[in-house]
């Protein structure tokens, strides 16, 4: 027989998210798409694809990218801002550590590591969703 012993914690994937006990189907349907909306996001932060997290835009975004970019952007402007921040601080991995959700807002806080300069630095990101009927979009994103 062999056993084997680990001494650190095993963590899932999913330990940013909290799972809820819902009263309905419906409302656990709505969370599981806030849920699938914050994965499809990171994903686009971990492979660099814009498009991953543009799709789920408003018309306006509130963007706070290192201070430097700040205000209400139109979706095409934020993804103009979000392209060039992608471009410079090129991804090493993204990873969500909480996140918190009710009725019709959720927020996701995260680390996105990356290289520049033949180092690794790290950011904090900062997503906010509004459900607005049927579907989650992104109400603002800080970088700092």
């Known amino acids: 027989m062999i056993f084997i012993f680990s001494s650190g ?14 009263k309905d189907v419906k409302t ?11 994965k499809d ?8 694809n814009l498009s991953q997290i543009t799709i789920y835009f408003e018309e306006q975004v509130y963007l706070n990218i290192i201070s430097s970019d ?14 060039e921040f992608l471009s410079y601080f090129r ?3 993204f990873k969500y550590k909480r996140s918190y959700y009710k009725n019709s807002f959720a927020f996701a806080v995260g680390k996105y590591k990356y290289d520049i ?3 690794s630095r790290e950011l904090e990101v900062s997503i906010s969703l509004r459900y607005n009927g049927e579907s989650w979009s992104i109400d603002q994103i800080t970088i700092n």
Do not use: M, P
């Open 117 to 119: 300069g033949g180092g």
């Open 70 to 83: 700040k205000g209400y952007y139109s979706s095409s402007q934020a993804e103009i801002i979000l392209d």
């Open 41 to 48: 996001i990171a994903g686009g932060f971990n492979y660099s």
């Open 91 to 93: 991804v090493i991995s």
């Open 28 to 38: 656990k349907i709505k969370f599981d798409n806030c849920k699938r909306t914050f």
């Open 9 to 22: 914690k095993s963590f899932s994937q999913d330990d940013w998210w909290k799972d809820k006990k819902f």
